[in-house]
């Protein structure tokens, strides 16, 4: 008997398709043991359908919606027996409402039920408390926030209270209200309501940054202060190579600010992403100072040599030659002033070796010289050459 101590009512399985066989939801497939067991329950007036799960042994029935529980059928639920339901050794579970697990004894049931009733009182208290959105366009961002209104208790049987906040909105996500909110860079347009005190009075605490992120002064005087150093190490000649990248990302926000100067939207997000791209950019100025400090130095001691132009000391031609002794080809070809192609290295490393042909002096010059010496195969282009133009 699956009811204690009154009366139990099984219904037939006569709605079950021709052949008698049940779908088992969870394996995706027909269960041919369940085909007589009853379709149907009846509790307290209320009719549930029922489905079968074999391979774990319990029958749970389909959700039992707000509408449908009565103080009938939660009183009758008391006699239920959920561990003996009538096919032998299979236990009863009964779902209700929007609650993601079943419940497996009355106690569950009962707190399904005030989940459910709960969750009822909040959407009733947020249909009722619902606030048009309240359009922010960026002429007019001096608007200031709409006064909050007290904190409501949303369900008067347990007191539980409605915490006033601000929705925000996305302009990339669409709108967000209430207790959905999620994520940042959200504008508050409207009064929301939150169950978590926390939680509303962190909206109302993103409501007061975004409303000076969204003042349009305030905002181009942010990327002025942002674009500064970044204005002050293009005059110095940029960055290294590598981070070249980032300076085209922050070029790119520097001419949106000149193209469309009132766009607050655009502005706000220029904003966020030098402040984001800030910290990596001034690692990048603190690389390319190390770099010309350390070349500096190099430069002194006269390990590398810089913008070797061989034309600027009237060398007929020059080579740069490797360790190994193969020759680098100029890093490229720099126009003089007569409209010519000549040849031009930015640099010659510190193991490199750098050697001209004066045609004046009718002479093979080092102009520079390798840090560790001559290497036998840097030996044998000079002697190759010594040889060429001695003849």
Wanted: hydrophobic share 30%; net charge negative; glycine share 6%.
């Amino acid at each position: 008997m699956f009811m204690k101590n009154s009366e139990e009512k099984l219904l037939s399985n006569d709605h079950l398709p021709e052949g008698g066989e049940t779908h088992n939801e969870e394996s995706g497939q027909v269960d041919h043991e369940s085909n007589s067991y009853p379709s149907k329950i009846l509790i307290g007036g209320v009719e549930l359908d029922l489905h079968y799960s074999d391979n774990v042994r319990f029958a749970e029935t389909r959700r039992v919606y707000s509408s449908q529980i009565t103080p009938e059928f939660i009183e009758a639920m008391k006699e239920v027996d959920f561990e003996h339901f009538p096919p032998s050794g299979y236990k009863l579970h009964i779902s209700v409402g929007e609650v993601a697990s079943s419940a497996r004894n009355y106690q569950e049931f009962l707190r399904c039920i005030e989940i459910t009733r709960k969750r009822d009182s909040w959407e009733r208290f947020l249909k009722e408390h619902h606030s048009d959105p309240m359009p922010r366009e960026y002429e007019d961002v001096g608007t200031p926030l709409p006064d909050l209104p007290s904190p409501e208790v949303y369900d008067p049987e347990t007191q539980s209270m409605a915490y006033p906040g601000y929705g925000r909105h996305s302009y990339y996500v669409g709108w967000g209200r209430h207790d959905d909110v999620e994520g940042s860079g959200y504008f508050p347009i409207e009064i929301a309501w939150f169950r978590d005190l926390r939680k509303a009075e962190e909206t109302i605490n993103d409501a007061k940054v975004a409303v000076k992120e969204y003042d349009g002064e305030l905002c181009q005087e942010r990327i002025k202060t942002l674009l500064g150093p970044y204005g002050d190490v293009i005059m110095r000649g940029g960055l290294l190579k590598n981070d070249r990248e980032l300076l085209n990302e922050i070029s790119v926000i520097d001419s949106n600010q000149v193209r469309e100067p009132k766009n607050i939207n655009l502005m706000v997000e220029s904003a966020r992403r030098l402040e984001k791209l800030f910290p990596e950019f001034l690692e990048a100025v603190k690389r390319k100072a190390t770099f010309d400090q350390d070349r500096q130095e190099k430069l002194s001691r006269g390990e590398i040599l810089v913008d070797f132009i061989p034309s600027k000391h009237e060398y007929t031609k020059a080579w740069v030659i490797l360790p190994d002794g193969t020759e680098r080809l100029s890093s490229q070809k720099k126009l003089s002033r007569y409209g010519k192609s000549i040849d031009y290295w930015s640099i010659v490393r510190a193991e490199e070796f750098a050697l001209a042909w004066d045609d004046k002096k009718k002479m093979l010059v080092d102009v520079k010289l390798p840090v560790s010496g001559l290497t036998p195969e840097q030996e044998k282009v000079r002697e190759k050459y010594a040889k060429i133009y001695s003849s």
